[in-house]
């Protein structure tokens, strides 16, 4: 459209994703592409209440060559505002003005609109206050009008206009845009009765935005203004005012005080300080390494990250705080010195390019892992140290995922809540597309209604709903921190857990240039701390790691790695016994072969034959025998392809590191063919004819499916020799340090019959002698209260203070004075946590109920009056106690564990079953097993079936049972709804794996007493 002979711009201003969380439905991308193809003169995101998706809507129209134009719909005292930034100023008052809202709970006053309304450009969508605005905003407020294709004026357009008059206040075109088509309106009131927690038949009027909210192209929106010209010529006004023009890109890191120095000079001079601490001799090869690096940061303007990393890492040094910096982060020398790594990147072979070169833009990335339970002391340092308004905890958004889309919108048909468990607990974990025809592939959803209605209809708004953001969470490690207030670049809001959060996850907080550091707990490292300090309290002295120990090297080699951080899986178990580790290295190599890419790529199985002599090592060319020779002529390590193209194609390491991330990342086809010639090109200068310089790089090309970060691997193998080492010289600490701090791959109970097998013996809870937490008592470990079901933090505490007073006398005097609830003291009994009274279980139960109103009644009254236990109790009957397997039932529900024996300790061995010890011994025979489940895990073969792997254990040991497709369709079901299983089948050896090949799966038939152990599925992941 022509205002006079000057083109009319175009585009819609209330535009709103999906990041209008359960209202929009059009995602970012697809928004950017519509006003892109339609060739509007911008593209506007103006989302409800915050700025979530406005970075990757500004890089994404950056990258479509179209106008951005970023705003937000706030609610005000003033009225329903759309307020956009014309420049950066505006964009910095939107972020302080966002998040003056959230964070204080509070709606926009008068103060705040008129103190950051520097360069924002203000659409009343409704407002009582039109004077007001215009004396704020002047000429740069505007009235939204909305017009559709009927002859209906709404009320909101009739207020409009009659402002518009009586308040000068000029109309812009702004239709509201909720999704993209009218078909789309069903899924809009889906996420809206989502939203509202209701049926969708019990939607209100105004809840869901209006039928006509879809986005039109130009021609039939301008129409529908063909009564309001001056409308549309506002529209081109705004799109003209609104420049804003983003610093994406541009790295902003915080100073440190470094007094008279530069941070250059003070890297360097706590770098040379640590040389004598840890080098025992300080090479030509470590000076070399440590200038190159430091000049590097330099050159880059680093120097100050490294110094915050450093500041942290000192901190935690300082508190006794465990940390390690894992990732590409341990290939430097510099982060060896800084004290925040653990590996020798030299003796380690390990490159610093990988973590850092010139030919990168983007900042270096160091996750610090710590003690979990010493992260909140860690950041509140961080807040602390550079200011509560410069540092903020980064977002991450939790998105409608395939089993969560499926429940909310079964919510929202009116499903009954039981009928709704029944069918998503049935569903496969993972994307949608795996639901589409999940129930002609896996087992436990083959009788599953998805073509009847209304589930068809549900399986298909939960596929279009697939990925939308849903709300905000905090993320596991990530803090942010800025140079100067954070709001003049982030927006923040309120967590549920009431911690400020941005409304930008990691990636728009990368593209802001802003310093983001990984702070992660780690529970190995609290296990590792713990336990020492169990061994300092027992002997006197803390354990020192040597870099060598037969016993423990011995125990890896046998497999014996249960309870230990990253070698306990039934692969990585397997995986040891094969590679026989003799030293750390072989469990830096184990780590990086169990990824799943190596092993569907053929390199593991490749590596072990060749580990095994069973074929003969290569190499592409003797020139790569050094790079190659350590993982016999395989690529294992990512740092490798760095050194290959180095020597092979002399790329300098900047340059082998950009073709390491093209090929570990999408790729347009010229950009590889460009990389791929310069190899070639290079190979052929370098000796290799051009051949095999083409199959060299086809193999690296390839790499890119299961390569791995050594330095990475490096870090965790440190940290699981440590772990293992502990388990093998001190194992009652090691497993009691296990236990509080539930770490690991399986469920509790694992580990507590790990512990048994290790000759620990386990003692139950106790409300006269247990901790809060698991603790060891001479030679054995005492259960904890934390471990007994919903058991209030208050309650145990309550029960520790009141026996430190005087020591509880019976039932009457525990209830009276711990004042627990009824269902607490009945787990309490039924776990055996009453011993002390003398009296078995049934006989406590019967007491209590007369025992329990009187205690609670006299509580009440024993200021006034000395109470006594009610008459009766004298006269109990004489009730034998439970049996063993209904002791065991009752613990596994309330506990996740046993003590008072292994679950299957009550069930007699059939004659004709073998335990797993015997196993090595039946190998190639047909058997017959008897397991109690502790984990399962299905994955795809090649042609896309799906077979599954499940780890049990008997009284002897953990063993592998493995059922192949045909298998695990028919048997599948009996997996996921039982516990115990009785299983006939093969017993096959594949290197270091030795497992049962079922051909037959039942559930466990008890003889005599049943056990509730077969009914469901508590503790058990399903991967």
Same mark, same amino acid.
């Given at each position: ?101 959230? =964070? ?274 860690? =950041? ?35 499903l009954p809540s039981n009928e709704i468990t029944r069918f998503t607990k049935r569903l496969p974990y993972g994307p949608l597309s795996e639901l589409q025809d999940c129930n002609g592939r896996y087992a436990e959803s083959l009788h599953l209604p998805l073509n009847d209605k209304p589930y068809r209809n549900i399986m298909d708004t939960a596929i279009r709903i697939n990925g939308f953001p849903r709300h905000l969470s905090i993320h596991c490690g990530g803090i942010v921190i800025s140079p100067g207030e954070i709001t003049e670049l982030v927006p923040l809001e309120m967590s ?37 300090? $169990? ?84 190499? !592409? ?50 950009? $590889? ?203 109990? !009957?004489? =009730? ?144």
């Amino acid at each position: 459209m022509r205002k006079g002979n000057m083109v009319m711009s175009f585009a819609h201003l209330h535009s709103q994703s999906n990041f209008s969380f359960k209202y929009g439905t059009i995602p970012i991308e697809r928004l950017v592409e519509l006003s892109s193809t339609n060739s509007f003169d911008a593209a506007c995101l103006a989302d409800r209440g915050g700025l979530y998706g406005a970075i990757e809507f500004y890089k994404l129209c950056d990258d479509r060559n179209i106008k951005p134009i970023i705003g937000v719909e706030l609610q005000t005292e003033l009225g329903n505002l759309l307020l956009y930034a014309m420049n950066y100023v505006g964009y910095g008052n939107l972020c302080r003005m966002i998040t003056e809202k959230n =964070l204080h709970n509070s709606s926009i006053g008068r103060e705040t609109l008129h103190f950051l309304k520097n360069g924002i450009l203000a659409i009343a969508v409704e407002t009582d206050s039109p004077g007001e605005l215009k004396e704020i905003f002047g000429e740069d407020l505007y009235l939204k009008i909305e017009s559709v294709p009927s002859r209906y004026v709404p009320p909101l357009l009739k207020k409009n206009l009659w402002l518009m008059d009586d308040f000068d206040i000029r109309p812009v075109a702004a239709n509201r845009i909720a999704f993209e088509s009218p078909e789309d309106f069903a899924i809009h009131k889906v996420l809206r009765a989502i939203d509202g927690n209701c049926l969708l038949s019990d939607l209100r009027n105004g809840e869901c935005a209006p039928e006509t909210s879809y986005f039109r192209a130009r021609e039939a929106t301008q129409n529908l203004f063909s009564d309001f010209p001056e409308a549309l010529a506002s529209l081109s006004e705004v799109i003209e005012k609104c420049n804003l023009k983003l610093p994406l890109g541009e790295l902003k890191f915080p100073k440190i005080d470094t007094g008279d120095i530069t941070a250059y000079e003070r890297l360097r001079n706590v770098c040379i300080s640590n040389l004598g601490v840890k080098f025992s001799r300080i090479s030509g090869e470590v000076i070399a390494r440590l200038e190159f690096e430091l000049e590097t940061i330099r050159r880059m303007g680093f120097c100050d990250y490294f110094l915050v990393v450093y500041d942290i890492a000192n901190f935690c040094h300082r508190e006794n705080i465990p940390i390690v910096g894992r990732g590409s982060a341990a290939g430097s020398i510099v982060s060896f010195l800084l004290g925040y790594t653990e590996v020798d990147p030299i003796r380690n072979n390990l490159y610093f390019e990988r973590f850092l070169n010139e030919a990168r833009s983007d900042p270096p990335d160091v996750d610090l892992d710590l003690c979990w339970k010493s992260r909140d002391r860690v =950041l509140a340092y961080v807040y602390e140290q550079y200011g509560h308004e410069k540092v903020a905890m980064i977002c991450s958004y939790i998105t409608m995922q395939a089993r969560m889309a499926v429940r909310e919108i079964c919510k929202v048909y009116g499903l009954p809540s039981n009928e709704i468990t029944r069918f998503t607990k049935r569903l496969p974990y993972g994307p949608l597309s795996e639901l589409q025809d999940c129930n002609g592939r896996y087992a436990e959803s083959l009788h599953l209604p998805l073509n009847d209605k209304p589930y068809r209809n549900i399986m298909d708004t939960a596929i279009r709903i697939n990925g939308f953001p849903r709300h905000l969470s905090i993320h596991c490690g990530g803090i942010v921190i800025s140079p100067g207030e954070i709001t003049e670049l982030v927006p923040l809001e309120m967590s549920a857990k009431g911690i400020a959060i941005t409304q930008y996850d990691m990636h728009g907080i990368d593209k802001l240039g802003l310093v983001k550091i990984d702070l992660l707990g780690q529970r190995a490292l609290t296990v590792i701390r713990e336990t020492t300090e $169990m061994v300092r309290q027992r002997t006197g002295h803390i354990p020192e790691f040597p870099e060598y120990d037969e016993r423990t090297y011995d125990r890896l080699r046998k497999g014996r790695s249960l309870a230990v951080f990253q070698i306990e899986s039934p692969g990585m178990r397997a995986l040891l016994r094969d590679i026989r580790p003799k030293e750390e290295n072989d469990i830096t190599l184990a780590l990086a072969l169990i990824r799943p890419g190596a092993s569907d790529s053929g390199m593991k199985q490749l590596y072990l034959r060749r580990h095994n002599h069973l074929e003969e090592v290569a190499y !592409p060319h003797p020139s790569l025998v050094p790079i190659l020779e350590e993982t016999l002529g395989t690529v294992i390590y990512q740092e490798q392809v760095l050194r290959i193209a180095e020597v092979a194609a002399g790329f300098s390491l900047n340059q082998a590191d950009l073709l390491r991330r093209a090929m570990t990342k999408e790729r347009g086809d010229e950009s $590889m063919r460009s990389l791929r010639d310069s190899f070639i090109a290079g190979c052929v200068r370098n000796g290799l004819n051009p051949q095999m310089a083409r199959e060299l790089f086809l193999n690296l090309a390839k790499f890119s499916g299961y390569g791995f970060c050594k330095a990475h691997a490096a870090t965790y193998a440190h940290v699981s020799f440590q772990a293992m080492y502990l388990k093998t010289h001190f194992p009652l600490e090691y497993m009691c340090a296990v236990l509080n701090n539930r770490l690991g791959y399986y469920a509790p109970s694992v580990y507590l019959e790990e512990a048994r097998r290790l000759g620990i013996e386990i003692r139950g809870i106790d409300v006269a002698k247990s901790e809060v937490d698991f603790v060891v008592e001479g030679d054995s470990i005492r259960m904890g209260f934390s471990q007994v079901k919903n058991l209030p933090a208050a309650t145990m505490r309550k029960i520790i203070d009141e026996r430190e007073k005087q020591s509880f006398a019976d039932l009457y005097d525990f209830v009276r004075r711990v004042k627990l609830s009824k269902n607490d003291c009945v787990n309490l009994i039924k776990c055996g946590a009453l011993s002390f009274t003398g009296k078995n279980g049934p006989s406590l139960m019967w007491e209590m109920e007369i025992v329990y109103p009187a205690a609670l009644k006299h509580s009440r009254e024993e200021a006034l009056f000395e109470m006594q236990a009610p008459s009766g109790i004298s006269s109990a !009957p004489c =009730l034998s106690d439970y049996s063993l397997q209904k002791k065991i039932d009752y613990e596994m529900e309330i506990l996740e564990m046993s003590p008072s024996s292994h679950p299957l300790g009550p069930v007699p061995r059939p004659d004709a079953a073998i335990d797993s010890s015997q196993m090595l011994g039946k190998l190639n025979e047909n058997v017959r097993m008897i397991g109690f489940l502790s984990d399962r895990k299905r994955i795809k073969t090649r042609d896309g079936k799906i077979m599954q792997f499940l780890t049990l254990e008997d009284k002897k040991d953990t063993f592998e049972a493995v059922l192949f497709p045909d298998a695990y369709l028919k048997f599948g079901d009996v997996t996921f709804s039982y516990r115990v299983l009785d299983i006939a089948g093969k017993i096959e050896k594949n290197g270091g794996n030795i497992a049962l090949i079922a051909d037959s799966v039942k559930p466990f038939a008890y003889p005599g007493e049943k056990s509730k152990m077969n009914r469901g599925k508590a503790g058990i992941r399903q991967v």
